[in-house]
C-alpha cells in the first residue's frame, strides 16, 4: 500500500472526505457507488463499485459468445474500463479505459455505430495506452442500462482497417447488453 500524504478526520456523523485528486483519479464523482470493506490485514478498502465488473464471469463468456459469433472483437466494460474481451488482440484491449465514443453511448443510452479511419482519432472507442497500442476501428457499442442508469457497454468491432461492422454486430451488441442489465438488475 502506497501513502499519499493526505490526512482526513472523520466528522461527528462518522463520514470523511475523499480527496478531489483521488476521486478523479479514480473516476468517482457524485452520486457514484462506493464499496467499503476490510481486508483480511485490517486495513479498510474504499472501492468504486461495478454492478458490471461483479458478472466478470459471466462477462468473459459472453465475450467469447459475441467474438465467436462476429467474428470479430467484442469487449463487455464498465463504465470506465474493459473488463472482458475477446478476439483479435484481445488481451491488449483487456483493462483499457473507455473512450469518448463510449462514454457517449452511456450518457444517452443510447446504440451507437463508429467508424475511423485510423489515426489519431481512432482512440475515441477506447482511450490511447501509448503510441504502439491497438485501436478499435469500427465499433457497435450498446450501453448497459438497469435501473434508469447506464452501468457499462456491449462493443462489438475491429481493429482491422479491411472490415467494419454492420447490423450483426449491432444487433448482437443490443442483445448481450439487454441481457447483461437483467443480470445487474
Known sequence: MRATGIVRRIDELGRIVVPKELRRSLRIHEGDSVEIYVDP???????????????????????????????????????????AASGPHSEELLGRRVGRAIEKAMAEKQA??????GGGDASGILASAGPDS???ISAAIAPIVADGDAVGAVV?????NDS???????????????YLARQVA
Open 134 to 136: 491497438v485501436a478499435m
Open 41 to 83: 490485514k485490517g486495513s479498510i478498502v474504499l472501492k468504486k463499485y461495478s454492478p458490471v465488473a461483479q458478472l466478470r464471469d459471466v462477462a468473459s463468456d459472453m465475450a467469447e459468445s459475441l467474438s465467436a459469433s462476429s467474428g470479430g472483437v467484442a469487449l463487455i466494460c464498465d463504465r470506465d474500463m474493459v473488463i
Open 156 to 160: 462489438g468491432g475491429t481493429t482491422s
Open 112 to 117: 451507437l455505430m463508429v467508424h475511423f479511419s
Open 164 to 178: 467494419t461492422v454492420g447490423g450483426l454486430e449491432e444487433g448482437l451488441a443490443v442483445t448481450a447488453a439487454g
